[in-house]
Each structure stands twice: as structure tokens, then as C-alpha cells.
């Protein structure tokens, strides 16, 4: 059955620290995976995607990670903001063009001054 | 960015009513879908479509219907509200293929509430 699975559920850290979501995922075909950060009552908004040759991938204090062998992946915060406080959310697309979305249940990160 | 706009934002109705959740883009992209995600949970699909005329079932698609008539419009429609429908909905949408990767942009929702 294709999943994705993330851990911490939640996440409570202090501004300025780093911080490591992770996701595993069991999705087969893979085409690639996206980190998504929703804020509350938003919508969700891409941060990275990565393919299957691609094992990292920043955007500004957003690092990704993928290892496609494991099937695991990493988002890496540095330097917390207070507007880090969301949900982030894993989604593994499989091979054909915009299907086979399957979304993780997301973190809850939690950023306290 | 793609300009998705969902209304209303916010909806409180009652039980037995009849409603629609509209979603509009303006980016000319083909492929739109509808989540539904309660607080704190994952999102699940209900309905979406690749194009004008195609409509596909989620996984959560009873007791709801959409259409695609237009490729700027893709509503979504309870034909009788219940409690349980009580949630966010969210649409979006990926662009296509030649235009790049199939990331999907999200509309900003509507919080549903059914008394």
C-alpha cells in the first residue's frame, strides 16, 4: 500500500534553534517528493521537491534531504523564525503526471520566543 | 504562482442544505483536485479532473459531486450538508506538463460548518 509516514507527530522548539523533520515513505512507482508548509487555515505552499537523482535540495533556511534507497527524507530548519510555526507535510507523487499524489499526515512544528 | 480563489471562505449552514464550494483559477492549468482536511489531519481527495469534461472519484467522494465545464472552474457540490461534512476543503491545481514540474498550488480554502 502506498504511504507516507512523518515523524515527530508534533514539535516544540525555541527561535533561533534547527530543528529536523522526517518522512518515509513506501510509494511505488516514485517520481518525487515535495515539502509542503501550511500555516493554519492556509492552504499548503511547496518549499522543495526533489527527484530520484537528487538527494539535496535548500531553499533558503529549508534544506531537503532524500535517500530514494531507504525511502526516507529530511527537512532541516536553521536559525527557527517565529513564522516557521505550521504543519509541514511530505507528498510523494508516483509516475505519471499529476497523479498518485499520497500526502503524509504532516509535523506540527511550534516555534516559541 | 498560480491565482487560485475559493469561495466562500467561510460557511455556516444547516443540516439538509444544498451547497456549493466554488474554485476558480486563471492560470490555464488542466489538472484541478479537492481535498478535505479536518484540523490537525491529513488531506484526503474527494474529487478531481484533468481537463474540461473529466471528473474523477477520491477516496472520499460519496455524498459530493463535482464538474468541469469551464477550465477556469471546477465546483464542488453537497447536495445535502450533514455534521460530518464539517471541515476544510481545499482546491488546487498542477499545471501542464510543458510547463514544468507537477507541483500543486492550493487555494487558500473554505472552512465548512454544518449545525
Known amino acids: 500500500k502506498n504511504q507516507v509516514e512523518q515523524s515527530p507527530q508534533s514539535l516544540i522548539i525555541l527561535e533561533g534553534k534547527n530543528c529536523t523533520l522526517q518522512c518515509n515513505y513506501t510509494v511505488s512507482p516514485f517520481s518525487n517528493l515535495r515539502w509542503y508548509k501550511q500555516d493554519t487555515g492556509r492552504g499548503p505552499v511547496s518549499l522543495t521537491i526533489?527527484?530520484?537523482?537528487?538527494n539535496t535540495k535548500s531553499n533558503g533556511r529549508y534544506t531537503a534531504t532524500l535517500d530514494a534507497d531507504t525511502k526516507q527524507s529530511s527537512l532541516h530548519i536553521t536559525a527557527s523564525q517565529l513564522s516557521d510555526s505550521a504543519s509541514y507535510i511530505c507528498?510523494?507523487?508516483?509516475?505519471?503526471?499529476?497523479?498518485?499524489?499520497?500526502f503524509g499526515p504532516g509535523t506540527r512544528l511550534s516555534v516559541l520566543p | 504562482e498560480a491565482d487560485i480563489y475559493q469561495t466562500p471562505r467561510y460557511l455556516v449552514i444547516g443540516t439538509g442544505k444544498k451547497i456549493t464550494l466554488e474554485c476558480s483559477q486563471t492560470m490555464g492549468h488542466d489538472k484541478m483536485y479537492w481535498y478535505q482536511q479536518d484540523p490537525g489531519m491529513e488531506l484526503h481527495l474527494i474529487h478531481y479532473?484533468?481537463?474540461?469534461?473529466?471528473?474523477e472519484k477520491g477516496d472520499l467522494s460519496s455524498e459530493s459531486t463535482v464538474s468541469r465545464i469551464r477550465t477556469e472552474h471546477f465546483p464542488l457540490t453537497l447536495e445535502s450538508a450533514r455534521p460530518s461534512h464539517t471541515s476544510q476543503y481545499l482546491c488546487a491545481t498542477v499545471p501542464p506538463r510543458e510547463r514544468g514540474t507537477d507541483t500543486q498550488y492550493f487555494g487558500p480554502g473554505t472552512r465548512l460548518t454544518v449545525l
Open positions: 507528498v510523494v507523487s508516483g509516475s505519471y503526471y499529476g497523479q498518485n499524489f499520497v
Open positions: 479532473s484533468y481537463g474540461v469534461n473529466s471528473t
Open positions: 526533489m527527484t530520484f537523482s537528487e
